[in-house]
């Protein structure tokens, strides 16, 4: 088994994923979202899309089983363990006008938003270029009636984690969330390990 890389709390990795590779993200001590976002390293223009995502699944709340679409309807990641069952796929990555626009911080911290795009520089990615992540162990109960949702802390616990196979050669970025409320009312690290089929 390859070791796990370790995101400390509040920033941002970004790295290479082959076809048939599997990423595992790892909550160690439990209660740390973890924003991940996904391109095609041939073309960096298809992205990972919440929206396709969820008009196929038909539900909020993906799963084991569940495949991860892009903007072009293809697959890029499949879920094929979870550990936790509860993630996020509507909000967006936090930044620096989350903090200011959400709790009035006058002088916010870059977030997620900013640990990505830092992150995905050597690629060009660009700020307007970054979708909605998919938020590893973020817990948005959802009312069903009104529409209504609230921010909870995580459902996982230290050492849980959630596998991915990669389904085309992909462009993984991945954070330590720098949300408070995302994160139970404190910081910590992600993990993080890649691993060929035969490992994982």
């Not at 095609?40 to 995502?53: F, K, P, Q, W």
Request: charged content about 20%; glycine content about 8%; hydrophobic content about 40%.
């Amino acid at each position: 088994m390859s070791t796990a890389q370790v995101i400390p709390p509040r920033s941002g990795a970004a790295f290479d994923l082959k076809r048939g590779q599997y990423l595992t993200v790892i909550d160690p001590e439990g209660r740390q979202v973890s924003d991940l976002l996904v391109f095609n390293a041939d073309d960096l223009d298809e992205v990972i899309s919440s929206g396709r995502t969820l008009d196929y699944a038909s539900r909020v709340y993906l799963t084991t089983g569940d495949p991860l679409y892009s903007n072009r309807s293809n697959v890029m990641l499949t879920i094929v363990e979870d550990m936790v069952g509860r993630h996020d796929f509507l909000l967006t990555p936090c930044s620096k006008d989350t903090f200011r626009i959400i709790y009035g911080d006058t002088d916010p911290h870059r977030g997620c938003f900013g640990n990505l795009l830092a992150a995905l520089e050597p690629w060009g990615i660009a700020a307007d270029r970054i979708p909605t992540a998919f938020n590893c162990f973020m817990n948005v109960p959802i009312d069903g009636a009104t529409g209504a949702f609230t921010v909870e802390p995580p459902l996982s616990r230290p050492g849980d984690h959630i596998r991915f196979r990669a389904e085309m050669d992909l462009v993984i970025a991945l954070t330590a969330c720098s949300a408070l409320q995302s994160n139970g009312g404190s910081f910590k690290p992600i993990h993080y390990r890649i691993e060929e089929a035969d490992d994982a």
